[in-house]
């Protein structure tokens, strides 16, 4: 940088550097006014004449080199042309310094939450946990996870789900104490490491994190919630087993209800065998992968983008208001998400409202066949008989009443909901008002009464679905 003892005001040739970025000379500073700073340093120093060269970063103006002669005589006729090159060679020399500094930030950071990533959690973690077995220190884990991240991204898209990931992050780094290391490990996965903390510090540190989450207004979504693992060095023969077993409780509670926080056990790791884990990581893996395809054919139905996610998110507060338990609501989400998959069949040229069309009246069979093994007998019977009616009209078996599925009836009128309120190719969209008068029509025809009748709750629940008056 420019030398500090220098003045950058007055006519010297770091000053004047430092106005014009071009290279200086002063041939001689006793011809500079008396009280010129400049002049006053460069005779306190014993400088008679001065050249400076810009140094360049890039575009960026980094410094100056100042070469100085104590007799206006000594100085060289050639001093720019030879300081010039010199300054090219400081600047690429710390260019390149700077861009390795940067490169070694953005290899330890994660670019979307500014926390510590992947790579230097599992750097810390070793480093710390080797520091505790040497001294006898204690060392404590948590594992976080978003519980149903996957829904915010679905039914808000990713940029608010970026959002929220922020936030979780900014809540998570602002509980922590300076000596701990708060990571993003994962997709929505947060690690949180407590150098000098019991496993019963770590458990509470946990249990504020979860309830300030929890409590916090975040974008533009419903309430957010952690589940959290937590375990302790002194349980654990080393950092990988650390990790393993604060994840068995991570898992543990995400299996038990979410929204918790459990610390580790010796019964915990019992309860939860290596083919459960792998089995649950698989069916999420391949649920993952219905989604996309489902995401596909909305986008295919030109005005369909978002239609699979908001069927799903209205058919969770219609089971809600029907009342339905939290574990089936969840899994009738899951289903409602991808229940038109089976359009991924439908021939070009086809009209996917054109219920004559025996194409259209194959896709809910097919799509319950692509769900195979993914999805559970119960939810692949919902999408299968999603396009039945209540009065026995429907497709592809004409089942009436109780005889078609409860998790069908209700996304039956949740995708009707949709198509009216949205509107389709071959259907304008129509007044929340209107449509709500239209599924009252219906009732006991094509809807079941039951869920028609609990239409004005879950609207009322589901933001932006429409009218909550009756």
């Not at 949205?422 to 006991?444: N, T």
Request: charged share 25%; aromatic share 4%.
């Amino acid at each position: 940088p420019l030398i500090p003892s220098r003045p950058l005001d007055g006519d010297g040739a770091l000053a004047r550097v430092a106005a014009t970025g071009r290279s200086v000379r002063v041939p001689d500073y006793a011809a500079l006014p008396a009280d010129d700073p400049a002049r006053l340093a460069a005779m306190a120093e014993g400088c008679a004449a001065s050249v400076a060269v810009p140094v360049r970063v890039g575009a960026r103006l980094w410094g100056a080199v100042l070469v100085s002669w104590p007799d206006p005589v000594m100085a060289a006729p050639d001093a720019e042309a030879r300081l010039e090159r010199f300054a090219e060679l400081v600047g690429l020399a710390v260019d390149n310094a700077e861009t390795r500094a940067a490169l070694a930030r953005q290899a330890l950071t994660d670019p979307l939450t500014g926390l510590a990533n992947h790579r230097a959690f599992h750097a810390r973690l070793t480093e710390e946990a080797h520091r505790a077995r040497r001294h006898g220190r204690p060392l404590a884990l948590i594992l976080f996870d978003i519980d149903h991240f996957k829904q915010v991204n679905d039914v808000h898209g990713h940029q608010r789900g970026d959002d929220v990931l922020r936030a979780v992050a900014r809540l998570l780094r602002d509980e922590a104490r300076g000596g701990d290391i708060v990571a993003r490990t994962g997709g929505e996965e947060f690690a949180w490491l407590l150098p000098e903390s019991s496993v019963g510090h770590a458990l509470r540190a946990a249990e504020r994190a979860r309830a300030v989450v929890a409590a916090s207004a975040l974008p533009d979504v419903a309430p957010v919630t952690l589940s959290a693992g937590v375990a302790a060095l002194a349980d654990a023969r080393g950092a990988s087993e650390l990790v393993a077993q604060a994840d068995a409780a991570l898992y543990w509670a995400k299996a038990h209800g979410r929204d918790l926080a459990c610390r580790y056990t010796p019964e915990i790791a019992r309860s939860l065998s290596a083919a459960d884990r792998a089995s649950h990581l698989a069916r999420a893996e391949a649920l993952q992968g219905l989604r996309a395809l489902a995401q596909t054919v909305d986008r295919r139905l030109a005005g369909g983008e978002g239609h699979s996610e908001r069927v799903a998110d209205l058919a969770g507060h219609l089971a809600a208001a029907c009342g339905w338990p939290a574990d089936r609501v969840a899994l009738l989400r899951e289903a409602a998400l991808v229940h038109d998959v089976g359009l991924v069949g439908l021939p070009e040229g086809h009209v996917a409202g054109d219920a004559a069309d025996p194409a259209v009246r194959a896709h809910p069979a097919l799509g319950a066949a692509i769900a195979g093994d993914v999805l559970g007998v119960e939810q692949r019977a919902w999408i299968r008989a999603h396009h039945e009616r209540w009065d026995g009209g429907g497709y592809p078996e004409g089942r009436a009443g109780e005889d078609v599925p409860d998790g069908a009836r209700i996304i039956a009128v949740a995708e009707a909901w949709d198509v009216m309120v949205h509107g389709r190719p071959w259907s304008a969209p129509r007044d929340p008002a209107d449509a709500l008068a239209e599924c009252r029509v219906e009732r006991g025809a094509q809807f079941a009464p039951e869920v028609v009748d609990a239409l004005p709750a879950a609207l009322a629940a589901a933001p932006g679905g429409g009218p909550a008056t009756p």
